[in-house]
């Protein structure tokens, strides 16, 4: 401790007095709620005592502030980093560059260190607090902490960005260097406690107050030894079906591992290498090119700021959506009367996550059967998704819709009937959600309205009554998907 005493909050009646440490450092955590492979927290604990903190920030987050699903996977996820921690994380909530203000007040801070977020509004975010911080002699340091490369990195030879998945991880990723190699839990590191200024994490109030998120639970252990738990389980019973396996949503084969990435309690570095070194074949390779999506998708909100709400192609701004709340509502709560749509909305509602084939299927079914606008979509899956990420979510939308880069073309609309039987072909996935029409046979699983009437009594199934008659029509809604397509077409032309 220093004999350094400092005045506070001197328009107080009060006058608070504090003995200071000296050069201390803060580690800001962000997406990053891990000890192993933490680029920044390594930076920081090679300075000095670290003061660890989360500020929950929905004052510059608008419209994109933490959805309610996410707000419970957060929850647990900093309960899991300050259990790491030692209990010495500081916990606030505001507009951060208060908060930075009222914490070098008190502490005598030297530096901080942050690894990088991507969002738009974050990064304009963190650019004013650097200026501010510096400008009062504090040291600023970023890393990059979440991806493997970072969005302004991968260009065409042109300088421009890449259009186009396949080149822009064959040439652009593959060609540019070799990810950054994991590293180690920083030794020694020491810490240091906001005790006065900062709240707990309950105080913070992320749970909801009806604890609807209790449901997630069988589901997920959050938090960083979680994440190490759920990616072994993936090395074991997964990666060696997961070039073709990754479409059958009743199997083990994906790594579900998203909210862990989302969030930060294991780096894609570590996924990278760890998988690489188990040998080269077509699944590991498949699966590296899936957390290249993943970096695509992050170039795209890099290079595009209005991913979130605007078409891509802007030839899209024209299109004649229906607007139907009736629909809409039908859609989000699995009432649709199509099995293999309804299943994947109720996993959603469930779980919080939803497989990656079925959110395809259903993205389809909303904007091409429904011809409602992609921004629902990407709203609702916002807020219900544990693994809510602006640019993957975005992009995925934009994707769905056709008016993204590299899309898939408007004129593929997915029959969720044929999906059904393709990739579900025992029904169990459709028999695990939807659990009232578990006794149909297969052939009738995925299309219910055309069993003849005494299979439907056989299987204890009233149409409309335990199980919705289809809201729409898949054929005439698809023909008039086209019709409208076509229409867009001809008004640019
Ligand atoms: P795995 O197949 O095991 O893949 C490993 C990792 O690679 C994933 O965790 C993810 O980080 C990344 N990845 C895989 N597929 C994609 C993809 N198509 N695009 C980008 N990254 C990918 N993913 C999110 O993380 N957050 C979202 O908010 C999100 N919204 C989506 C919305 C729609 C309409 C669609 C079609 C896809 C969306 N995705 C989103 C992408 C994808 O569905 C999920 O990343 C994947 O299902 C997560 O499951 P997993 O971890 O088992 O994936």
């Known amino acids: 401790f220093s004999k350094n005493i400092i005045s506070f909050k001197p328009n107080k009646i009060i006058w608070c007095f504090f003995i200071m440490t000296k050069n201390i450092v803060i580690h800001w955590f962000r997406k990053d709620l891990r000890l192993l492979d933490n680029p920044a927290l390594v930076l920081a604990a090679e300075q000095g005592k670290v003061l660890p903190i989360y500020i929950l920030d929905n004052d510059n987050a608008g419209d994109h502030a933490i959805g309610a699903a996410s707000r419970c996977w957060l929850h647990h996820s900093l309960k899991s980093l300050n259990a790491s921690l030692g209990g010495n994380l500081a916990v606030y909530k505001g507009n951060p560059l208060d908060i930075f203000k009222k914490i070098i007040a008190i502490h005598d801070v030297k530096a901080v260190y942050w690894n990088r977020c991507y969002e738009p509004w974050s990064m304009v975010r963190d650019q004013i607090i650097k200026e501010d911080l510096n400008a009062s002699g504090i040291k600023v340091q970023s890393t990059n902490g979440s991806l493997l490369w970072e969005p302004w990195e991968i260009k065409k030879d042109d ?54 998120d209790k449901k997630f639970e069988p589901f997920w252990t959050i938090g960083e030894a979680g994440a190490q738990l759920r990616f072994q389980h993936f090395k074991d019973k997964g990666l060696s079906q997961y070039k073709d396996g990754r479409n059958l949503p009743s199997k083990p084969y994906v790594s579900r591992l998203s909210a862990h990435l989302h969030f930060g309690e294991i780096s894609p570095n570590q996924l990278w290498y760890d998988v690489k070194s188990l040998g080269d074949d077509k699944n590991i390779d498949h699966f590296c090119s899936e957390l290249g999506w993943r970096e695509f998708s992050y170039s795209q909100l890099y290079h595009n700021p209005d991913l979130p709400t605007k078409n891509l192609q802007k030839k899209f701004d024209t299109f004649p959506w229906l607007e139907d709340q009736i629909l809409l509502n039908a859609w989000k709560t699995g009432q649709t009367g199509v099995p293999m749509v309804d299943a994947g909305m109720r996993e959603l509602w469930q779980s919080g996550y939803m497989h990656n084939r079925v959110r395809m ?22 807020d219900t998704l544990v693994d809510a990420d602006l640019a993957n979510n975005s992009a995925s939308w934009q994707w ?88 867009l077409k001809q008004d640019i032309s």
């Open 159 to 212: 300088g421009t960005p890449y259009k186009v998945f396949t080149p822009f991880y064959r040439n652009g990723c593959l060609q540019e260097r070799f990810p950054r190699e994991p590293l180690p839990v920083p030794a020694n590191l020491e810490y240091y406690k906001d005790i006065d200024g900062s709240l707990s994490i309950d105080q913070i109030k992320l749970l909801p107050d009806v604890g609807w």
């Open 361 to 382: 299927i259903v993205g389809s079914f909303l904007i091409k059967n429904l011809c409602q606008h992609w921004h629902h979509g990407e709203r609702w899956f916002w």
């Open 400 to 487: 769905v819709a056709g008016c993204g880069a590299d899309a898939a073309p408007y004129f593929r609309i997915f029959n969720p009937v044929k999906q059904g039987q393709k990739f579900d072909p025992e029904g169990k996935y459709v028999r695990q959600f939807i659990p009232e029409i578990s006794s149909l046979p297969d052939k009738y699983l995925f299309n219910p309205w055309e069993a003849p009437e005494h299979i439907l009594k056989d299987s204890g199934v009233k149409l409309g009554v335990d199980y919705p008659k289809p809201v729409i029509n898949l054929k005439d809604s698809r023909n008039a998907a086209l019709e409208a397509f076509q229409s």
